[in-house]
């Protein structure tokens, strides 16, 4: 069923501490067994009931309203099963609605695929990709497996992007980012977040590079802000100080995703080639580089 979740208890104890390492949180339990929606053999579990090796409990998504504006479904779907959605986010789409988007967002978008299918269930993205960023993206279907995959070493993410200048050296970045003197940008400056970036290139010409990314961190505009901090913003990134001469928008793309998928019991992973705006630069590196 898509509605409902299987435990397969492997040690004797009470139902909330069993359940809490098999990671739900305690209101997701609390919530669940004021509501009769945590089962062992059909009956609804008590508060305090101590469990065995090898009972089954059974969790009951509750329905849930769809709390924004829908809009219609035009993503390319990558990967579906009970519990996840991943796609390939196109450019031009902000992940939420805001205040200068409130309609035409990919959640939006999601609400409006979730609708044609009848599932009852609020939009959770696994991570937000700025507006003009493409690439893989994951919505989890029920509050627990988000729960899970929102951990960030459930998951991982290789980007590649265009940046400008000859990037020809592998870099392990560990620099803190706040906001800059304009609140839209982030900075690298003392006493910020932590953010851990590596960088390595793939492809360098004279004019702008290719680099392959991963991140140990996920700050608000961790990329742009240390990119731009090496002296090598991305191209059309013109808020950092990136060119739009050769592209109009972030040459930013999730190339892969890696997450575990917990009613499976295995890793998945996903792969999404470069929009055309980005591969015909790459193609131009090619020639340049041979």
């Not at 397969?8 to 339990?29: D, H, M, N, P, Y």
């Not at 509750?62 to 196109?90: C, G, M, R, S």
């Not at 892969?256 to 998945?268: E, I, K, N, V």
């Amino acid at each position: 069923m898509d509605d409902d979740f299987i435990f397969r208890i492997g040690a004797k104890g009470e139902v909330r501490a069993l359940l809490k390492k098999e990671g739900l949180s305690g209101t997701q339990i609390r919530r669940a067994l004021a509501q009769g929606r945590l089962k062992k053999g059909g009956r609804p579990l008590k508060k305090g009931e101590v469990l065995g090796p090898g009972d089954q409990v059974q969790l009951i998504f509750e329905e849930e309203d769809l709390p924004v504006a829908v809009d219609p479904f035009d993503q390319k779907i990558i990967y579906e099963d009970q519990d996840l959605l991943v796609l390939n986010k196109a450019a031009g789409l902000a992940s939420m609605p805001c205040a200068m988007y409130p309609r035409g967002t990919l959640a939006g978008q999601v609400a409006g695929y979730f609708k044609e299918r009848g599932l009852k269930r609020k939009v959770r993205l696994v991570g937000r990709l700025d507006k003009e960023t493409t690439g893989l993206v994951a919505v989890a279907k029920n509050p627990y497996i988000h729960n899970l995959l929102d951990r960030s070493h459930t998951r991982k993410k290789t980007y590649l992007a265009l940046v400008q200048g000859a990037l020809d050296r592998d870099y392990d970045l560990d620099l803190p980012i706040g906001p800059g003197e304009d609140s839209l940008v982030r900075r690298v400056v003392p006493g910020g977040q932590e953010a851990i970036t590596h960088i390595r290139p793939l492809l360098v010409g004279e004019a702008f590079s290719l680099v392959k990314i991963y991140l140990e961190t996920g700050r608000t505009h961790q990329i742009r802000a240390h990119l731009t901090h090496l002296g090598h913003p991305l191209l059309g990134d013109d808020l950092y100080g990136g060119s739009k001469e050769k592209i109009s928008r972030v040459a930013l793309h999730v190339a892969s995703l890696s997450l575990y998928q917990p009613r499976l019991g295995r890793d998945l992973s996903f792969f999404a080639p470069l929009p055309q705006d980005m591969d015909g630069l790459v193609g131009v590196l090619k020639k340049e580089t041979k």
